[in-house]
């Protein structure tokens, strides 16, 4: 069975930085391409960022583009998101993601449909 845990979520002035830490329970984790989505109160879910099995490559979402960096460590078998020049548009719930469908260079996917596994969320605020 598959667990994703997240953390690294809080409450952060606007211009301010925040990491949040995806923990995965799996057997292997190169098997698993991963990324974040996020939803906004009111809001549907929407894609962040997405990272390859082999972690050489990486996808955003327009709106965060040079301002979040994805990446994983197969050691700690977690992946982080790296936020930096928090806007008070980026409060939402954010969910780590997994799928082990994906080929080794897979880069990543808008549609959620994509992914099989799911996080439980964590909260980030973001104030003006």
């Known amino acids: 069975q598959v667990q994703l845990v997240e953390s690294g979520g809080g409450l952060v002035q606007a211009g301010g930085s925040l990491r949040l830490s995806c923990a995965a329970s799996?057997?292997?984790?190169?098997?698993?391409?991963m990324g974040w989505f996020r939803q906004a109160p009111g809001k549907e879910r929407e894609f962040v960022a997405s990272?390859?099995?082999?972690?050489?490559?990486?996808y955003y979402a327009d709106f965060v583009k040079g301002r979040y960096t994805i990446s994983r460590d197969g050691a700690k078998m977690t992946v982080y998101l790296q936020m930096t020049s928090l806007k008070p548009e980026d409060t939402a719930v954010y969910y780590c993601?997994?799928?082990?469908?994906?080929?080794?260079?897979?880069?990543?996917?808008?549609?959620?449909?994509?992914?099989?596994?799911w996080g439980q969320g964590t909260q980030v605020t973001v104030s003006s």
């Open positions: 993601v997994a799928d082990d469908r994906k080929s080794w260079l897979w880069v990543g996917a808008l549609d959620p449909s994509e992914y099989d596994y």
């Open positions: 799996v057997r292997t984790f190169s098997r698993y391409a």
């Open positions: 990272i390859s099995r082999s972690g050489g490559s990486t």
